[in-house]
């Protein structure tokens, strides 16, 4: 068992990581392609999704305060990886202006706050870290996505990109039932918006449809209800991770994200064995994901073991 999790525990941040460069060259296409060869860069996805996950190891559990900080210091030691205009204006304004974490600050720079994917492409380590404990998972991310990003669709695409993964994490490969992975992570929203892109993809699934209706239906751009759906539906409609993460980021748009988070979900089922040893062995800074995975298990028992025994 222990090897299995940790198998699906790195799947999942090496699949961010290959999902996120493999991506990183088609973002903003609006054709649609395949590519098979990963870039020699990640993007600001998988840097978060890094912060993300250092700040669970380190804290036991999610902390807001902490997880700012180490958001603020990984982009000050690389801010070239390519973040929007949103987060690092955030980051300054917590770095030099002492502002709360937990302000709401992207309502100061977006009329109701932002609805863009970028709690959603970072939240693979929540899903994983509490992937048997949903109302842990939900305080978490709730807590997470608010750094950046307090509207409410922002959220619960975050929400529903780690529900996703940790159902990932808890399905036994082969064992994927697609239209019960489905209607699982559709009992996790609220909003209108999320049920109807989901609906639509049991409906495409069943069609087997093409990549332009697909395009059409659940979208392909940076707004997290035309993200989050479209990522989960790229997992459900491939036969392995390779395939889901190819397809996931032929569909062009933000395909660096879409790709990072179908890549973590992917991965999260798959295991790391499962995917192209090619892709794991070019794949940027992959030991120390790897090294992260094991110890991003290794936290989650044992804050677990401790909250059994308390």
């Not at 659940?218 to 993460?245: C, H, K, M, Q, R």
């Not at 879409?258 to 940027?284: F, H, K, Q, S, T």
Request: charge should be negative.
């Amino acid at each position: 068992m222990r090897t299995m999790e940790i198998s699906k525990f790195t799947g999942c941040l090496l699949g961010t990581a290959i999902g996120d460069s493999l991506g990183a060259a088609r973002e903003g296409s609006s054709e649609i392609a395949e590519i098979r060869e990963i870039g020699p860069r990640y993007t600001d996805d998988t840097a978060m999704t890094i912060g993300v996950a250092e700040s669970l190891i380190r804290c036991r559990g999610f902390d807001g305060e902490e997880m700012a900080r180490r958001f603020v210091e990984n982009f000050l030691r690389e801010p070239w990886r390519g973040y929007g205009a949103g987060p690092p204006r955030i980051f300054t304004m917590i770095l030099r202006n002492g502002r709360r974490w937990d302000e709401g600050l992207d309502r100061e720079l977006y009329p109701g706050g932002s609805f863009g994917n970028g709690a959603a492409m970072r939240v693979a380590p929540i899903g994983l870290f509490y992937c048997d404990e949903p109302e842990k998972l939900r305080e978490a991310v709730c807590g997470a996505s608010r750094i950046t990003h307090s509207h409410e669709l922002a959220i619960e695409g975050a929400l529903l990109q780690a529900h996703a993964v940790a159902l990932a994490v808890r399905t036994r490969y082969p064992d994927l039932n697609r239209e019960e992975f489905l209607t699982q992570v559709k009992g996790v929203v609220r909003s209108e918006v999320y049920r109807e892109k989901l609906d639509a993809a049991g409906e495409l699934l069943d069609r087997r449809a093409d990549r332009k209706q697909v395009i059409q239906r659940l979208g392909n751009g940076v707004e997290a209800p035309n993200s989050v759906p479209t990522a989960i539906y790229a997992f459900l409609a491939s036969e392995d991770f390779e395939e889901a993460v190819v397809y996931a980021v032929s569909l062009g748009g933000d395909a660096d994200t879409i790709g990072a988070m179908a890549g973590a979900i992917a991965g999260a089922y798959y295991g790391v064995e499962r995917i192209p040893l090619r892709w794991r062995e070019n794949c940027e800074n992959s030991r120390y994901l790897e090294e992260l995975a094991e110890r991003l298990w290794e936290a989650s028992r044992v804050r677990s073991r401790g909250d059994r025994s308390s």
